[in-house]
């Protein structure tokens, strides 16, 4: 059963919806609107946002419970070619998450994180051409997403 859950979630977090480009995504019940020229891929998924991507995943309670987070952290990570990791917070929606940090080998930046929006568990992967270091440095668009505490 654990492993089914873990496969349904992968398939849901890297499917292709096959959707037409929307200009509104509604991320933990906030509706966004996706600025001009950026590919929305799903309705979980934003790409090729000026250097940004967003993905996300929603979770039930007994996920958490059975460390399915842990296990789609680590198999994300797995996929990653990195050179440094660093233990991240921010807050999402004004939420507390945690997570990390990694700085990948061709120079791009990626963001994992978790956290808890509205009762409501998720996993957030962030895409950065990049790396944020202050809140100055992310567009308004990447805002909606991330704030960084530093």
């Known amino acids: 059963m654990k492993y089914l859950l873990l496969l349904s979630a992968l398939t849901i977090f890297s499917t292709v919806y096959g959707q037409e480009s929307n200009d509104t995504l509604t991320y933990a019940g906030t509706e966004i609107i996706v600025p001009e020229g950026c590919s929305v891929k799903s309705k979980y998924e934003v790409i090729d946002c000026n250097g940004f991507s967003a993905q996300w995943l929603y979770l039930k309670q007994e996920m958490i419970d059975q460390g399915v987070d842990k296990q789609l952290f680590s198999q994300l990570e797995q996929q990653f070619q990195y050179s440094k990791k660093s233990d991240l917070t921010f807050k999402s929606q004004n939420q507390d998450f945690e997570g ?37 440095d992310l567009s308004e668009f990447e805002k909606k997403f991330i704030e960084l505490e530093k």
């Open 100 to 136: 990390f940090q990694y700085k990948m080998k061709n120079g791009t930046s990626r963001i994992l994180g978790i956290g808890k929006i509205d009762g409501q568990w998720l996993i957030l992967n962030l895409g950065f051409e990049n790396g944020p270091k202050k809140n100055s």
